[in-house]
């Protein structure tokens, strides 16, 4: 550990911990000054989401897609590309995961059509991440602006499609035919002996949200191109210094950015409605930069940070529930906080905790 840092289990554990329970201490104090309990808050928060086996089973579920758009963000930043873009690249994503049920769910099992689906939304994603790359890579258009433009052009290709192109005939709904068995994964609880999740719709995208975090530790940390992607994303004038080509480091990175968030579509699509449907996303690509900053671009933070927010997600949903006066848009003020502390406000304890860490680590001076 060299001056002015700290060492790196504080920087990946301490340091989110401190950041959600400072979040947590000010949505107490939000709830308090409703009338409720900040206590049993979170006992019901962490019961609705922990407590029972179907909660649980809703709890990945949702982690599943944080995963997805976590790593997809992440892999972003570690070329110091700001990849927003998730939201679009996942809706696009959600394409390729139903033109291949579509085509395979009535002649081939689900295990024969997922391989297809994985790739349909991996490609899809990836081509719709391609051209705010390109842009950026050689025309200097801004990542981020680029991204959040391919996110409403993604909103309306989907409305187009499904009400003109792919709705079911005779249906008044803008969504494609259900698929039938070929085209839905099995839940995780069919899979898992001993284990019953109720009617939570974890299935075994989970699985693949797991091996995509191996995927992406091995290529970033014990690959050449990943050397080369946090070469580029820490000092680009020494990456091309080096001989790495910008122009090919930002589209390979913004393709696999891209790849990741269009299989968050296989959990939501193939997993669960089974179907392809208009707001399938639902915002978990805005979250997964959440994600990605509480995780520190890392695959086992993402894992952890995931699960938090998929705890928000359903033990908010029991939250509301049992304490009326807690509704619905407090728990997105919470999330928000989370988000607030997390990202906007990560360095606020930075600071003192490298002073505390330089003071522990000085050498002791003996008296003279």
């Not at 309990?37 to 989401?49: E, F, S, T, Y």
């Not at 790359?133 to 050689?138: D, G």
């Not at 191996?214 to 970033?220: A, G, K, P, Q």
């Not at 728990?331 to 997390?342: H, S």
Request: net charge neutral; glycine share 10%; aromatic share 12%.
């Amino acid at each position: 550990m060299t001056a002015g840092q700290m060492p790196r289990w504080a920087d990946y554990i301490l340091m989110p911990a401190i950041n959600v329970a400072a979040a947590f201490f000010v949505s107490g104090l939000v709830v308090l000054a409703i009338g409720e309990n900040p206590i049993d808050a979170v006992r019901i928060l962490v019961w609705g989401a922990f407590g029972w086996n179907e909660g649980i089973g809703f709890t990945l579920f949702y982690a599943t897609n944080f995963i997805f758009t976590g790593l997809a963000v992440a892999v972003a930043f570690h070329a110091s590309l700001f990849n927003i873009g998730g939201e679009g690249q996942a809706y696009i994503g959600g394409l390729g995961v139903a033109f291949a049920c579509l085509a395979l769910d009535r002649f081939v099992p689900w295990w024969v059509t997922l391989p297809f689906a994985v790739a349909g939304a991996a490609a899809f994603g990836a081509a719709w991440a391609y051209i705010p790359a390109v842009l950026q890579a050689k025309r200097g258009s801004h990542v981020v602006i680029t991204t959040i433009m391919f996110n409403f052009i993604a909103a309306s290709l989907m409305v187009y499609l499904l009400v003109n192109v792919m709705a079911k005939e005779g249906s008044m709904q803008p969504e494609t035919r259900t698929f039938e068995e070929g085209g839905r994964l099995p839940l995780l609880d069919t899979i898992l002996p001993g284990v019953d999740f109720g009617s939570a719709p974890a299935n075994l995208s989970f699985v693949l949200a797991l091996l995509a975090c191996v995927f992406t530790w091995v290529l970033i940390w014990r690959t050449k191109l990943g050397y080369e992607i946090r070469t580029f994303g820490a000092n680009q004038t020494a990456a091309i210094y080096a001989g790495i080509s910008p122009v090919r480091i930002t589209v390979i990175t913004m393709l696999i950015s891209g790849a990741m968030a269009g299989m968050m579509a296989v959990n939501e699509i193939m997993g669960s409605q089974h179907r392809l449907l208009i707001e399938f996303v639902s915002g978990y690509g805005f979250v997964g930069i959440a994600v990605a900053l509480m995780g520190r671009s890392h695959p086992l933070g993402i894992l952890f940070a995931a699960l938090l927010f998929g705890m928000l997600y359903q033990g908010g949903a029991e939250l509301a529930f049992e304490m009326p006066a807690i509704t619905r848009d407090m728990i997105v003020v919470i999330q928000a906080l989370v988000i607030l502390f997390a990202g906007a406000l990560e360095h606020m304890f930075r600071p003192a905790l490298i002073k505390l860490f330089g003071v522990l680590s000085a050498p002791a001076t003996r008296p003279a």
